[in-house]
C-alpha cells in the first residue's frame, strides 16, 4: 500500500512538475473583420509592435462573419467582431453576439451617440455621407439638406447609389426617425422623381458620372470622394456638407463589439481600448480617409482641407433599429 501511494505521488509531482514546466501561452486576441487586410493590419502590427499581443484575424462581409459567429455561438474563437455600418452591429447585437464592456477609457473616449446604450458595441471611426456635386453646374447656394433633392429643382440632375447598399438604408432609417415615415417616403419618392440615370453600383461611379456631366447632384461617403481625387486631382467635383442648418451630416462608424464568448476576453478588451487612443485613432482614420470618433483627435492629411462640418447627434444604433422599415420604405418608393 505505502509503495502504492508513494508512486502515486510521485506521478502527480511528476505531472505538476511537467505543468509548471510548460511555457507560458502567448498572450492574442482573435477578431474577425469585415475591414479591408490593408486598412487593418498595420493598427494591429502596431499593437503587437507595441504590446506583444498576437492579433489573429480574419477578414470577410460583414454578413458573412454575423453569420459565421451566429453558428459557431459558444465555441467561437473570435474575441472581438470589427465591422463598418451601425446597422451591421445592431443587427449583431440583437442576435445576442456582444457582451457589454465596462469601461471608463471607452466611454470617455467614444462619444455617446457613437456607441450602444449599454456599451455591447463602440464605434472606431466616423463616416460622413453627404453631398457631391458639379461646381461647372451648381452653385453651393442652391444646396442645402438631403430633403432639399426631392424638389423640382432637381428633376434629372440627381444621382444614387442602389438603395441595395446599407450606406443608404442607414441614412433613410435616420430620416424615418427625424421626419416620421411618412414624410421620409415623399422625401424618397421625390429622389426617384428627380433620377438622372439609373441608381449606380457604387459611389466611385457615382461621382465620376456627376464629373461626366451626367447628372449634377449626388450622395456619398467622403472617403470615396478622397479616394478618387487622389487619384484624379483635377476631376471637376466638389464636397458639400449638408444639413448644416438643421439636423447635421448624416454620419455612420465602423464599430467594434466584445463576442459573448470571448475566450481571450480580457485581452480583447485592452486592445478595444487602445484602438481608442489618439495614435491608433489617427492611424484607422488616416487609412481610409474617415474621421476619428475620439473628439479629442483630429483628422489628418487631405480629410482636414475638406472643411469642419457639424454631424447629425442621433444614437447611430438607429440606423439598425429602423432598418427594415427603410428598406420596404425604399421598394415603396421604386428607389431600387
Known amino acids: 500500500m505505502r509503495i502504492t501511494l508513494r508512486l ?12 509548471c514546466s510548460e511555457p507560458p501561452k502567448d498572450p492574442e486576441v482573435v477578431v474577425y473583420t469585415s475591414r479591408k487586410d490593408h486598412l487593418i493590419r498595420p493598427v494591429f502590427d502596431l499593437y503587437t509592435q507595441e504590446t506583444g499581443v498576437k492579433v489573429r484575424y480574419t477578414t470577410d462581409d460583414d454578413g458573412a462573419l454575423i453569420t459565421r459567429l451566429a453558428a459557431e455561438g459558444n465555441n467561437s474563437p473570435a474575441d472581438l467582431l470589427i465591422t463598418v455600418d451601425a446597422g451591421n452591429l445592431w443587427q449583431a447585437t440583437e442576435q445576442g453576439l456582444f457582451q457589454p464592456v465596462d469601461s471608463e477609457v471607452l466611454t470617455t473616449n467614444v462619444p455617446a451617440n457613437l456607441r450602444d446604450v449599454d456599451n455591447r458595441w463602440f464605434g472606431q471611426t466616423v463616416r460622413a455621407r453627404t453631398l457631391v456635386y458639379s461646381p461647372d453646374r451648381v452653385q453651393p447656394e442652391e444646396l442645402s439638406s438631403y430633403e432639399a433633392l426631392a424638389e423640382p429643382a432637381w428633376k434629372g440632375r440627381l444621382c444614387l447609389r442602389t438603395s441595395k447598399k446599407v450606406y443608404n438604408q442607414s441614412l433613410v432609417a435616420t430620416m ?70 438643421s439636423s447635421g451630416v448624416h454620419i455612420n462608424i465602423s464599430g467594434v463589439g466584445l463576442t459573448a464568448h470571448a475566450p481571450n476576453r480580457d485581452q480583447a478588451i485592452k486592445l478595444m481600448e487602445w484602438m481608442s487612443t489618439a495614435a491608433p485613432q489617427q492611424l484607422l482614420a488616416e487609412q481610409n480617409m474617415e474621421y476619428p470618433v475620439n473628439p479629442a483627435v483630429q483628422p489628418t492629411g487631405v480629410v482636414t482641407a475638406w472643411g469642419e462640418f457639424r454631424g447629425d447627434d442621433l444614437n447611430v444604433a438607429v440606423a439598425g433599429k429602423r432598418q427594415v422599415e427603410a428598406v420596404k420604405l425604399m421598394d415603396r418608393a421604386g428607389y431600387r
Open 8 to 19: 502515486v505521488s510521485v506521478s502527480l509531482l511528476a505531472g505538476w512538475l511537467a505543468a
Open 176 to 245: 424615418i426617425e427625424r421626419h416620421g415615415e411618412e414624410k421620409a417616403e415623399a422625401i424618397v419618392r421625390g429622389w426617384v422623381d428627380n433620377l438622372a440615370t439609373d441608381v449606380f453600383s457604387n459611389d466611385t461611379a457615382l461621382i465620376e458620372a456627376i464629373a461626366a456631366g451626367q447628372c449634377d447632384v449626388g450622395i456619398v461617403n467622403t472617403y470615396y470622394f478622397g479616394r478618387l481625387i487622389a487619384e484624379k486631382p483635377d476631376l471637376p467635383v466638389a464636397l458639400f456638407w449638408a444639413n448644416q442648418d
